[in-house]
């Protein structure tokens, strides 16, 4: 019997397809074939490709659009989103318009075209999330941005353009329609039960084990419950923690762990799989709030959404979560041994 | 400068990106090879390789499960949900779950492998469009079930399994947050205008006619002023009509002729094009009313979803959509010249 889930943070139903059910080895993806970095402009050398960088980590004595960098951050060079301008908010009949202001910014992983944040030393992967806070807390200051999402593509399937490893961030002057359902969703429960329902999402994660993928000092991976897709992850902070751009250093240390080892166990239960993650967190005209709890979604993209999906919302996963966390765990098992 | 565009039907924002406008002759698709009609169920004289059908249109003395049919239902033989059993919602902690059930139909637009919707006769599109009718009549006496979304995937990249052209139909038993979405806001708007968007939207794209790209007695067809992605189509009855079950003989007619024409316009446009289309119609519990008007959403699937998109819910279109209808009635004119 096919089971129908909700997930308690978006109200959605998602039906897990028993009847078309696939096993965790029914997934294949194909190995790209990578360009190499001869015309990349993202490695190290090739800095005066891209527009003038917006910062870096960079050794000391190292110039801007030089070498010598560990993390950099340019503009987007086909931006989604423009910095320039007014919003000029406006009707047209029964229409609405305003002009695409924002910030669409490229974080470029490392220097290396082949590494990525599942490969990376993990002290590479600190600092980009580093620089994730960084941009936020910079790109705030901008009173007429709402909300920044931080996001990475990987593969063609995953909407990846350029092949080497790098996130991207866009800021935009209304709130997200994803993120408002989140926090819609969020404040109703607290209202009701005066408890963060994230927080409420760890403890019964952590009693319950089934979907649980990783966990350290500071932070859980998990398989949704309502994943909407196969291998779907999440990764929450165990303490309550709206605003992202308020992470500490030891939180850091252990967020670019479990990031990573949830990243390296899907790389190892289907190799070559694409995927996007992005972070979720509190908007930017209520950071501090004891009703959101920011978290990040990792998607891996196995399945094709058809009519069905796009007509009604509903997502059809022909994996059973706790089927898809137990071979995420065997993954990582595998790779300890 | 970027624009960013605000659907008034579900309140959704696009990005219209001016920076990385595609032309629309840019977007190619690439013909599938097809396996062709040998171990096809959907081919007449294959009738024994489906479920036992549901019903057909049929020519008289021919019999059920053998040929002699112009459009044939059969129950999905991999069911998303199914219609044995009781809905059994109950919680698991924070979480909630219900018994997948349902109905999951295969409506076969013909017993001609090779064609579709934009190439079959038009009094055969007539008897599909029928069957949808008479397959939402059918099940809406089903009291277990909220809503009936008919549909069709084409192409593998819109999620197409099976080549035989053929229409899905998913009966839920919740209403899809897709559909409520479209609700809530229509009637909202409605408390404030005491008028139906969807005449509205008629009304404005018959005045403007910019993005109008076909148009009969009963019908219109555009390209949607906010539309999500290239090329997307969207059909509306000119009169007020909530209930896509209540559509009448006159009536079908003209919507197998604004479909086809749409349809073919697309193919014309982007040859082998892989899309959706869904059909949106007032829930099982409140057939009638007049905030709410039924329409068709074709949805070409050209562009990949990536991490901004799943993260935001912001769509990024890359071309405008006043360029996608002059390019679409170009295409319709080459066609009859």
């Not at 600092?127 to 990475?152: N, T």
Request: proline residues 7%; aromatic residues 10%; hydrophobic residues 40%.
């Amino acid at each position: 019997m096919p089971e129908l889930r909700r997930d308690p943070t978006t109200g959605k139903w998602v039906i897990i397809a028993t009847e078309r059910a696939l096993r965790p080895t029914d997934f294949k993806s194909e190995e790209e074939v990578l360009k190499g970095p001869e015309n990349c402009p993202f490695c190290v050398g090739h800095e005066s490709m891209t527009p003038p960088e917006i910062t870096a980590i960079r050794e000391d004595g190292s110039f801007p659009n030089g070498p010598g960098w560990d993390v950099r951050v340019v503009p987007n060079k086909f931006p989604a989103l423009k910095v320039e301008g007014e919003l000029n908010r406006h009707g047209k009949g029964i229409y609405d318009v305003m002009n695409g202001i924002g910030a669409h910014e490229v974080i470029i992983e490392s220097g290396d075209h082949y590494k990525s944040l599942e490969s990376l030393p993990l002290d590479q992967v600190e600092k980009v999330i580093w620089m994730f806070r960084e941009r936020m807390l910079d790109l705030r200051k901008d009173v007429r941005l709402k909300y920044i999402l931080v996001f990475k593509n990987k593969g063609r399937r995953a909407g990846a353009s350029l092949e080497h490893p790098h996130c991207q961030l866009i800021a935009t002057p209304v709130l997200p329609d994803v993120v408002k359902l989140e926090l819609d969703m969020a404040l109703r429960y607290y209202q009701y039960k005066e408890r963060c329902i994230y927080c409420d999402i760890v403890q019964q994660e952590l009693e319950e084990k089934e979907r649980l993928i990783d966990e350290n000092e500071k932070f859980i991976s998990i398989v949704p419950f309502a994943a909407a897709v196969p291998f779907e992850i999440m990764i929450l902070p165990k303490e309550h923690i709206s605003d992202f751009g308020q992470i500490k250093a030891n939180e850091i240390i252990k967020l670019a762990e479990i990031l990573q080892n949830s990243l390296k166990m899907l790389e190892k239960a289907v190799p070559n799989v694409p995927y996007n993650f992005y972070i979720h967190t509190s908007p930017l005209d209520n950071l501090n709030i004891s009703y959101y709890h920011f978290h990040i979604h990792i998607v891996p993209r196995l399945t094709q959404l058809a009519g069905f999906e796009w007509g009604s919302g509903f997502y059809i996963n022909p994996m059973i979560p706790e089927q898809a966390a137990q071979f995420l765990r065997n993954a990582k098992e595998e790779k300890q041994a």
